[in-house]
Structures are given as C-alpha cells and as structure tokens.
C-alpha cells in the first residue's frame, strides 16, 4: 500500500522531470533549424543577385563584341554626290585651212560637279593575326560611275603665220563654255575599321564627251568667231581615294577626291578666216565630292 502511494507520487515527478530537459534540446533544434533557414534564404538571394550581375556583364561584353565586329552590308548599292574641282592649264595649238597658225593657254578654272554611281560590294574577309576578330576587314567593290562637269574656259595665245627661221603672229584671245560627261567603271578596295569609318582607294577607266559651246576668239582685237559649238570625246583615267561613314549597315556618307586624266581633246569649228582645229594636250582635273550611298540588297 505503501509502495503504491510512493509510485503514485514518483511518475508525475519523473514525467516534470523528462519535460524540463527536453524543453530546452527542442527549443535549441527548432532555433538551430531557423538559423539554418535564413541563411540559406541569404545565400539565395545572393546567388541571385550575382548571377543577374553576371548575366548583365555578358550582355554588356556581346553588345561590345556586336560593335567591334560592325560590317557593311555586301550588295548592289546606288550613290548620289555633288562638289567641285579645278580645271588645270591647258596648252592648245590651232591649225586653220588659210594657213594660220596659233597657240596660247586655256583653263586653270574652277568647275562644278555632280554625279551618280551605281556598284557592288563583296563581304571581302577579315584580316589575321592581331587584328583578327577586332573588326578590321578589306572589302572589294566595283562600280559605275558618271558625272557632270562644267566650266568656262577664256586664255591668251598668238595667231599668224610661220616662215623660215620665225613667225609673225598677233596676240589672241579665246574664251567657250565646256559641258563635259564623264563614265567610267572603278574598282575600289575598302578597310573596315571597327569604328564605321572606311577609307577607300581605287582606279577607274572609261571615257568622256565634250561640248564646247559659245566659242569666241579674236585676234588683235579683231572677232573672227563669235558663238561658235563643236563637240569631242576620248580615254579618261582615275586615281581614286575616299572614305565612308556608316550610319546603320546600309546608310553611310562618303568623302571623293579624283584626279581626272582626260586625254587630248580636239574641237573642230569654222572662223572668219577659215576652219579652225584647237588641240589641247591632257586636260588634267582635280576632283572633290561628297555624296551619299546606300545598299539595297
């Protein structure tokens, strides 16, 4: 009975007891179990953040690549351009049916200039070795291109007659108005700078025609001819050299300088004192333009 009553007492004693230490080890766990969660909720949040700095760093590294490596579209293109240039001296002799002799200088003018090119531009390829993948390329292009050029010629000279040992000339002035057309076919060969800018030379071959008009000539002051027109052609050459801009793949605006070889022109018309036929020797024209291009297709 004895033992009863002591065991009655002695299992709540025991059960205060078990909760008094587990109380503490729980509420250790269920902390520790906190701790763990928050950090590893921080070391989410962190991970996310540099992974998003990463991601920005590699879109920003592409879009430096994408500039770097800007190419010019490859395709057909059209251009329009206008400037001016400068005609130089030009030294003429005339021939006349009477048996008149002359000769003198023409030119050293400044002149207006405006024409069309029409062409083709290969993707080319990249160039090697530290350049490489830096966005440097040679690109290869051929063309079409005429132009317009027009000026007023006026100059000095002497006209007479030659005997042996001399000649008896008096002094003449000449003066006419030149249109001149010109065509040639260009090969061009570009550098493609990492910057949009392309320098550029070439050379080109074709040919030209002339219109010479309101022709007037005197000689000691004296008008043999007055309004007079005739026409020519021949073999012109160019040296090349420009540089383009390119605003977008197609657009780009370009700087052209020539130096225009036209070779020997001759102009035929009629005077008062008979036909006369003026030889000029190479008409030498330095050239620059400004236009604008762009790449169809």
């Given amino acids: 009975m004895k033992r009863r009553k002591t065991l009655r007492y002695l299992v709540p004693a025991i059960g205060l007891f078990a909760l008094a230490v587990t109380q503490p080890l729980r509420a250790g766990i269920e902390e520790g179990d906190s701790a763990a969660s928050t950090s590893t909720d921080l070391s989410s949040a962190g ?61 050293g003018n400044w002149q207006w200039v405006g024409g069309i090119k029409v062409g083709y531009q290969w993707k080319g390829w990249e160039l090697g070795d530290n350049l490489s993948g830096k966005g440097w390329y040679l690109m290869p292009a051929a063309e079409f291109d005429g132009f317009y050029i027009g000026n007023s010629q006026s100059g000095t000279g002497f006209t007479g007659l030659a005997f042996p040992g001399g000649f008896a000339g008096a002094s003449t002035n000449t003066g006419m108005q030149l249109n001149i057309g010109v065509m040639t076919i260009n090969g061009l060969l570009k550098l493609v700078t990492p910057w949009k800018l392309v320098p550029y030379i070439g050379m080109g071959v074709g040919g030209y025609y002339l219109s010479a008009s309101n022709i007037s000539q005197s000689i000691a002051g004296h008008g043999i001819v007055n309004g007079a027109s005739t026409t020519d052609g021949g073999f012109v050459f160019t040296p090349i050299a420009g540089t383009e801009y390119y605003f977008t793949r197609e657009l780009s605006l370009f700087v052209e300088f020539k130096f225009l070889y036209m070779n020997n022109p001759i102009l035929n018309y009629g005077t008062a004192v008979g036909n006369e036929s003026m030889h000029f020797g190479n008409m030498l024209n330095y050239i620059g333009v400004l236009g604008a291009k762009y790449v169809f297709w």
């Fill in 47 to 107: 991970g996310d953040k540099e992974m998003k700095e990463a991601s920005k760093e590699m879109k920003e590294q592409k879009e430096i690549s994408k500039e770097e490596a800007f190419r010019p579209k490859e395709g057909l293109y059209a251009g329009l351009y206008g400037g001016a240039g400068y005609m130089d001296t030009n030294r003429y002799t005339s021939t006349f049916s009477s048996g008149l002799i002359g000769n003198g200088n023409l030119g």
